[in-house]
């Protein structure tokens, strides 16, 4: 069925939240070297630099849920979008490593934020139908934006900028900031935001011009849902009947970092240079691997809704897993270097295709509206806390024994098979009302 394009357009407005957290979570690849050298950083400082981001992002989840609440998902987005402009500009402008780190960790509040805010307004605007290749943008922007970044940096490289070249790759992301916040001005607010502040009618207008076919019928489903009459529209995440998807949220953002991925791509010239590979090499390879990301996700948002998100979930831990106990016995063994890029293709390509299509779909699919909010600041942080220790403690241990940070990585996807396979309850072509119901939260 063909989407309402005032639904598309607001959904894909919304998504480009996504390529800027793409494109500022990677970009440092392309910097490390020049960072270490001008900060004479040792291999503990430099993962510190690298985490800075990731403990504003992990401060950035668990805090967004407030403002989201407070004062909707849209003006959100705005704030995001500034921020988003004064991290590029402050990296670029960067007059010491302390002024950096704060950037940085500025620009990691952005990028948790966006975590949570993104997909949430879509899959609030999103008809149950659609709503996982809708919310699938915002998972589509993030890779597009890596490989945009892997590009830049590229591009950049050859540009014979010299001693300033981290900081061309660093500030350039001020321009795609700026557009997203222009763009913002005519999407709507989320309708089930406006129904949660009892504010209906204007939740019946976004629904009818975002083309809900029985909008009466939704409006009230989703009015029944909050019961905002009895005051449960903002009741406490942490009681016993959201066990389960506190559980869900929890365990889908650890195992999304605990495939190793995000260290992966931070750390990507760094990992084909410990194998050999030349600075040019490296950041050529790089681009394919994004490009490799970029197709593997279109095929997932193609086909999210009908195979469903626990399905991508189970082939992508075996896909995951193969690959990176592939990338272990290239680094344990000291041979076959030239099959190492070919292994990190494979794990990108099945990370992208299942974990990472999925992760931000489901979160905002298995919490109710009245603490959705929440729920996927929980599910945010639990990610973005893993990554943060994640990528912290990566180059200290590849430095010691390049095989036993992918042979870890391998054994958790083997875990996460399990959980998924046992535990985890499969979400398409349910609305997020009816979800509520299927995990039986009355």
């Known amino acids: 069925m063909k989407l309402n394009s005032y639904l598309l357009k607001s959904a894909l407005v919304a998504a480009l939240g996504g390529l800027l957290f793409g494109f500022d979570t990677v970009v440092i690849a392309g910097a490390n070297d020049a960072l270490r050298k001008v900060y004479d950083l040792s291999p503990a400082m430099l993962g510190f630099t690298v985490a800075s981001a ?30 988003y402009f004064v991290t590029a500009l402050g990296c670029a402008l960067a007059w010491n490593w302390g002024s950096f780190l704060f950037f940085r960790f500025l620009g990691g509040l952005a990028i948790g934020g966006s975590s949570v805010i993104g997909p949430m307004y879509i899959a609030e605007i999103a008809p149950a139908r659609a709503r996982g290749r809708l919310v699938g943008m915002f998972q589509f922007n993030i890779v597009f934006g890596i490989l945009l970044a892997y590009f830049s940096n590229y591009v950049v ?30 999407i709507p607010e989320s309708p089930r935001w406006l129904a949660k502040r009892r504010r209906v009618d204007d939740a019946r207008e976004v629904l009818r011009l975002t083309g809900e076919e029985n909008y009466e019928a ?27 998807p506190i559980f869900l949220a929890v365990s889908i953002g650890m195992f ?85 890029v070919w ?12 974990q990472g299509a999925v992760i931000w779909v489901y979160l905002s699919e298995v919490f109710p509206t009245r603490v959705r909010a929440k729920g996927q600041s929980l599910g945010s942080f639990t990610h973005w806390a893993m990554n943060a220790i994640i990528s912290g ?50």
């Not at 681009?287 to 189970?314: E, H, P, Y």
Request: charged share 10%; hydrophobic share 55%; net charge neutral.
């Open 218 to 244: 939704e409006l009230n489903d989703i009015v029944t849902s909050i019961d905002a009459a009895h005051g449960h529209a903002d009741e406490p995440l942490f009681s016993w009947k959201y066990r389960l």
């Open 343 to 354: 292994l990190l293709v494979g794990f990108i390509g099945f990370f992208a295709f299942s």
């Open 54 to 83: 990731i403990l504003g992002t992990t401060l950035g989840a668990i805090l967004a849920g407030m403002p989201a609440d407070r004062y909707g998902r849209r003006r959100s987005l705005f704030g995001l979008a500034l921020m």
């Open 157 to 186: 490289g050859l540009s014979g900028a010299g001693g300033d070249e981290w900081r061309w790759k660093l500030g350039i992301a001020a321009l795609p900031a700026a557009a997203f916040f222009v763009m913002l001005f005519p």
């Open 256 to 340: 999304n970092q605990l495939s190793g991925i995000n260290a992966i791509l931070y750390y990507l010239n760094t990992i084909f240079s410990s194998a050999g590979f030349s600075k040019t090499s490296g950041d050529l390879q790089a681009v394919a691997i994004g490009a490799t990301n970029l197709i593997a996700t279109i095929i997932a948002m193609s086909v999210i809704d009908r195979i469903g998100r626990k399905t991508m979930l189970l082939i992508g831990s075996i896909g995951t897993g193969l690959s990176l106990a592939g990338v272990s016995w290239v680094f344990s063994a000291q041979a076959h270097q030239g099959l190492l």
């Open 393 to 442: 403690t990566f180059p200290v241990i590849a430095a010691s024994s390049g095989a036993a940070p992918f042979l870890f990585f391998a054994a958790m996807m083997a875990v996460q098979f399990v959980v998924v396979l046992m535990w985890y309850p499969e979400t398409k072509g349910h609305t997020l009302e009816e979800m509520q119901h299927k995990l039986g939260i009355s």
